[in-house]
């Protein structure tokens, strides 16, 4: 009897040393076969344009490099208008005009000026002009402490002194305040929606961006999109309307393909050295009308590109009541970032689902 268990305990022994590696080869197999739903890795490509929008809503600026923080470009929507006595944002969705409210950067002096037409007159400018990095020292004696609100998230912010804004209050029709967020020495604005710690796995913040401190998009996509709205309505658009970061060049057979990024890697072009820069995707973008609106004109077209893309862009589980273009993101460290570098996708995903985040 002792002699038989023992063979079937030999049986078993052997029989599990022959199956081990079988049901080992067979969990691999399935497991990357799960890993690689999302698909191969797109090939490289390259940088081809960096934006920055210092004043959320308002115009962009095009910029050949620019200086990356934990909370996204520098002087990207670092500054940003607000009601007056309330301090709630003002934003290009109820007002298209902010478009024409324009910063531009000088480095000589690193000064930001603002320009906007003046109101009842053709050729007037409303203009300032403010320190663009200020110090700590400046903002304490040049502005005044109070949180801010965007969407439902209040925040602290440096507001400027009503005399140095005045004359925007006739281009809004109403009583304004420009406010900024000193990112290097105030207390930071944390990310929501896919942003939280518990969901992206550690702590991060921004200035006065929507969500995220940056959107990269596909110049393909936009390739694409223009070539649905070429044949439905004679209508080609300007990428700049998506009010993207980072685009990247990409290749026109199989557009949208940054639906399942997951982790990009930007490498500095040449030799001036500078390790590789990470960026974390947290999820697509969804889009309001914000696109309809021509960037240069302020001219909202009534239906376009938005009846478009809500035709074939409702992807995302997480708000199909939304389209979607470009790819929401947070970078891992800080450094420096140009037109040129090169932009690799080392990881994508079936998985993103947009949590709201409002
Ligand atoms: C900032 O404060 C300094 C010192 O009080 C003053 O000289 C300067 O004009 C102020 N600048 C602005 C734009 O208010
Ligand atoms: C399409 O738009 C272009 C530029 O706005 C114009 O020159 C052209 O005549 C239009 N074509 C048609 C078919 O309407
Ligand atoms: C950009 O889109 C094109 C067209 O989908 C695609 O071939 C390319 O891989 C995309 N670029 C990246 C970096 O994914």
Excluded at 199 to 207: E, F, K, M, N
Excluded at 243 to 248: A, D, G, K, T
Aim: proline share 8%; with cysteine; hydrophobic share 35%.
């Amino acid at each position: 009897m002792a002699s038989t268990l023992s063979d079937l305990t030999q049986l078993a022994i052997i029989a599990s040393a022959f199956f081990m590696p079988v049901f080992t080869y067979i969990y691999f197999t399935r497991s990357q076969q799960k890993k690689s739903s999302a698909g191969p890795l797109p090939a490289s490509t390259e940088i081809t344009a960096l934006y920055i929008h210092p004043i959320k809503s308002c115009h962009g600026i095009s910029v050949q490099s620019a200086k990356l923080l934990p909370t996204g470009l520098d002087l990207d929507r670092q500054w940003m208008w607000v009601t007056y006595p309330n301090y709630e944002f003002l934003t290009i969705r109820n007002n298209a005009r902010m478009t024409l409210i324009r910063p531009s950067y000088d480095a000589k002096s690193d000064t930001l000026t603002v320009t906007a037409p003046a109101p009842d007159s053709i050729d007037e400018k409303l203009e300032f002009s403010i320190p663009a990095h200020p110090s700590e020292e400046w903002l304490n004696k040049n502005t005044s402490t109070h949180d801010a609100k965007i969407w439902n998230q209040w925040t602290p912010a440096r507001v400027y002194s009503s005399d140095l804004t005045a004359s925007f209050n006739a281009f809004f029709s109403k009583e304004v305040r420009l406010v900024y967020k000193a990112s290097l020495y105030d207390e930071p604005r944390p990310l929501r929606s896919n942003g939280t710690p518990n969901v992206l796995g550690r702590d991060a913040s921004t200035c006065f961006p929507d969500l995220m401190p940056l959107l990269v998009g596909n110049e393909s996509s936009i390739a694409e999109l223009n070539t649905r709205l070429k044949a439905a309505e004679n209508l080609t658009i300007d990428v700049r309307r998506f009010r993207p970061n980072i685009l990247v060049k990409g290749n026109p057979s199989a557009p949208w393909d940054e639906d399942r990024w997951k982790t990009l890697r930007v490498t500095p072009k040449g030799q001036h050295g500078g390790k590789p820069l990470v960026f974390d995707i947290t999820q697509r973008c969804a889009r309001c009308h914000v696109p309809n609106v021509d960037p240069v004109t302020a001219e909202e077209h009534k239906r376009q590109p938005w009846d478009t893309l809500m035709k074939y862009r409702r992807i995302d589980e997480g708000i199909k009541f939304k389209p979607c273009y470009g790819m929401l993101c947070v970078p891992r460290e800080a450094g420096k970032i140009k037109v040129g570098d090169k932009f690799e996708v080392v990881e994508v995903t079936d998985k993103h689902r947009y949590i709201a985040g409002f």
